[in-house]
């Protein structure tokens, strides 16, 4: 007698991650970011069993790493029975092909892995559309012909093309018709949004942004009183949230969005217009930092970089130092000669370098202890309240 399978029960993934390190991107940088595709991997599901790095030039056009460096990751697949290569940066459709070829197992880059994030994460209509549009433009040049599934979602029972069309066309030219109807239901979702935010207009909108995995919701939550999903994982927020805040008597609109990462698909940007609308349109950022993070710095750099790419770059924007209770350092002795590092400043010797400049746009606090709760509210409640004056002066009487 046959054993059923329980279709619910999912073997767990073994991988391997890649790396490269080269002149834009150092050793160091480069096992930082291997560090973070590893959070990635385990937010997705995969254990991670190996890390490898390639010093390159420039990428190898047949299989990104070069013979010498696969025969190694190949060695390593076939005695550890490995079931998945990631590599940190986004392959070539030709590359991938090659390397599933060549190493018999599923190879995902980057740019995949953090679309089947969002694709696992993605809960309400209208963020998995946003999802499946970003995931449909990645597929279409990676098309190789094993998407013939796709044809069932045309929902008819002919092809515009003759019976000796390539098969490949026809997966393409389905791919095309899903990213059309795609974009045809977000422009749909996109008006419907757009209104609702028109009725907010006289209120104050503020919105929580930062790098993923900052604390954004749990902050959330203690302002509005809300029980918005938290967790610590990458990307747990990808719908945006918005809740009426009340702090005394004045009461303002308060945003989660989804969180920021370096090399953010492209896809995604364009797919997440909407949900980035809530950003472009506040009056007021709150930018979310995990100061107890050791690259805090480069998560600050790449959420200000994308605020530029959006177009919001230039709003009045609260920095606030999350995780203060998570923050750690190694206090050198007094005869270590060694230089001092970023592990070795305690939080308070940190609070005196560039952060002492930020004067009252800078503040410290744990969401989760609910450390300096106080002075973060006090202080978001003076600036909303000056920029609802300026807005309603007719409404000073109230304050």
């Given at each position: 007698?046959?054993?059923?399978?329980n279709?619910?029960?999912?073997?767990?993934?073994?991988?391997?991650?890649?790396?490269v390190?080269?002149?834009?991107?150092?050793?160091?940088l480069?096992?930082?970011?291997?560090?973070?595709?590893?959070?990635?991997?385990e937010t997705?599901?995969v254990?991670?069993?190996k890390?490898?790095?390639?010093?390159?030039?420039?990428?190898?056009?047949?299989?990104?790493?070069?013979?010498?460096?696969?025969?190694?990751?190949?060695?390593?697949?076939?005695?550890?029975?490995?079931?998945?290569?990631?590599f940190?940066?986004?392959?070539?459709?030709?590359?991938?092909r090659?390397l599933?070829?060549?190493?018999?197992?599923?190879?995902?880059?980057?740019?995949?892995?953090?679309?089947?994030?969002?694709?696992?994460?993605?809960?309400?209509?209208?963020?998995?559309?946003?999802?499946?549009?970003?995931?449909?433009?990645?597929?279409?040049?990676r098309?190789t012909?094993m998407?013939?599934?796709?044809?069932?979602?045309?929902?008819?029972?002919?092809?515009?093309?003759?019976?000796?069309?390539?098969?490949i066309e026809?997966?393409?030219?389905?791919s095309?018709?899903?990213?059309?109807?795609?974009?045809?239901d977000?422009?749909?979702?996109d008006?419907?949004?757009?209104?609702?935010?028109?009725?907010?207009?006289?209120?104050?909108?503020?919105?929580l942004?930062g790098?993923?995995?900052?604390?954004?919701s749990?902050?959330?939550?203690?302002?509005?009183?809300?029980?918005?999903?938290?967790?610590?994982?990458?990307?747990?927020?990808?719908?945006?949230?918005?809740?009426?805040v009340?702090i005394?008597?004045?009461?303002?609109?308060?945003?989660?969005?989804?969180?920021?990462?370096?090399?953010?698909?492209?896809?995604?940007v364009?797919?997440?217009?909407?949900?980035?609308?809530?950003v472009?349109e506040?009056?007021l950022?709150?930018?979310?930092?995990?100061?107890?993070?050791?690259?805090f710095?480069?998560?600050?750099?790449?959420?200000?970089?994308?605020?530029?790419?959006?177009?919001?770059g230039?709003?009045p924007?609260?920095?606030?130092?999350?995780?203060?209770?998570?923050?750690?350092?190694?206090?050198?002795?007094?005869?270590?000669?060694?230089p001092?590092?970023?592990?070795?400043?305690?939080?308070?010797?940190?609070?005196?370098?560039?952060?002492?400049?930020?004067?009252?746009?800078?503040?410290?606090?744990?969401?989760?202890?609910?450390?300096?709760?106080?002075?973060?509210?006090?202080?978001?409640?003076?600036t909303?309240?000056?920029?609802?004056i300026?807005?309603?002066?007719?409404?000073n009487?109230?304050?």
């Amino acid at each position: 007698m046959k054993k059923v399978l329980n279709v619910t029960e999912k073997e767990i993934e073994t991988a391997v991650l890649i790396g490269v390190i080269n002149k834009q991107q150092n050793e160091a940088l480069s096992f930082e970011y291997l560090h973070e595709l590893a959070f990635l991997a385990e937010t997705y599901g995969v254990v991670t069993k190996k890390t490898f790095t390639q010093k390159l030039e420039k990428a190898d056009k047949a299989t990104f790493i070069g013979k010498g460096k696969l025969a190694e990751v190949k060695s390593y697949i076939v005695e550890n029975k490995i079931s998945v290569v990631i590599f940190d940066d986004e392959l070539l459709p030709s590359q991938q092909r090659n390397l599933e070829t060549e190493l018999g197992v599923k190879i995902i880059d980057r740019t995949n892995l953090i679309l089947e994030i969002f694709s696992q994460r993605a809960q309400t209509a209208h963020a998995r559309t946003q999802v499946e549009l970003a995931r449909q433009k990645y597929l279409l040049p990676r098309l190789t012909g094993m998407w013939t599934h796709l044809e069932r979602q045309r929902g008819g029972t002919g092809t515009r093309g003759g019976a000796g069309e390539m098969e490949i066309e026809t997966d393409r030219r389905i791919s095309r018709d899903r990213i059309a109807q795609l974009q045809d239901d977000l422009k749909i979702i996109d008006k419907q949004m757009a209104t609702q935010r028109k009725n907010r207009g006289e209120f104050v909108r503020v919105a929580l942004v930062g790098y993923t995995n900052v604390g954004k919701s749990t902050i959330m939550n203690l302002m509005s009183k809300s029980d918005v999903f938290a967790e610590n994982k990458l990307f747990a927020t990808l719908d945006t949230t918005v809740r009426k805040v009340t702090i005394e008597n004045l009461f303002f609109l308060l945003c989660d969005t989804v969180g920021f990462i370096r090399k953010l698909p492209t896809q995604l940007v364009e797919s997440f217009k909407s949900t980035l609308d809530e950003v472009r349109e506040a009056d007021l950022l709150i930018h979310v930092v995990d100061i107890s993070h050791q690259n805090f710095e480069d998560h600050i750099h790449v959420v200000k970089q994308t605020l530029i790419d959006i177009g919001a770059g230039d709003k009045p924007t609260i920095l606030v130092f999350n995780k203060i209770d998570a923050f750690t350092f190694v206090k050198k002795d007094e005869d270590d000669l060694t230089p001092t590092t970023r592990e070795n400043i305690s939080l308070e010797e940190l609070k005196n370098t560039w952060m002492k400049d930020l004067n009252e746009n800078c503040l410290f606090i744990s969401a989760h202890q609910k450390t300096n709760m106080d002075e973060f509210k006090k202080t978001i409640y003076d600036t909303v309240k000056a920029i609802h004056i300026k807005r309603f002066p007719y409404n000073n009487l109230f304050y």
